[in-house]
């Protein structure tokens, strides 16, 4: 079992930037693929960004692409989310995930991820 813990989040004026950290622990290893997620009140939970086993694949979807990156540090067990040029409309909770992966597949469904985090806020004020 993968334990994760996000932090980061907070309240930001639009155009600002944040960067989210997903601290993972038990049973970790790089052979994981990681993803990061939001969600507001009343809506599905959506794939916002993910990052291959290794870092080198990377995916996000299309209304963060050019403005939020993804990155891992395995060193750590920690998965970054920087966001620039926020946007009101990025207002949400933000859970990391991972999902046991032998390859370089990342996946947008979240009931595909076997390990989430608890979430934490993200506010962006117009």
């Known amino acids: 079992q993968v334990q994760l813990v996000e932090s980061g989040g907070g309240l930001v004026q639009a155009g600002g930037s944040l960067r989210l950290s997903c601290a993972a622990s038990?049973?970790?290893?790089?052979?994981?693929?990681s993803g990061w997620f939001r969600q507001t009140p009343g809506k599905e939970r959506d794939f916002v960004a993910g990052?291959?086993?290794?870092?080198?694949?990377?995916l996000y979807a299309d209304s963060v692409k050019g403005r939020f990156t993804i990155s891992r540090d395995n060193a750590k067990n920690t998965v970054y989310l920087l966001m620039t040029s926020l946007k009101p409309e990025d207002t949400a909770v933000y859970y990391c995930?991972?999902?046991?992966?032998?390859?370089?597949?990342?996946?947008?469904?979240?009931?595909?991820?076997?390990?989430w985090g608890q979430g934490t806020q993200v506010t962006v004020s117009s």
């Open positions: 995930a991972t999902k046991a992966s032998s390859t370089l597949v990342i996946v947008r469904a979240p009931e595909e991820y076997d390990n």
């Open positions: 038990g049973r970790t290893s790089s052979t994981y693929v």
């Open positions: 990052i291959s086993r290794g870092g080198v694949a990377t």
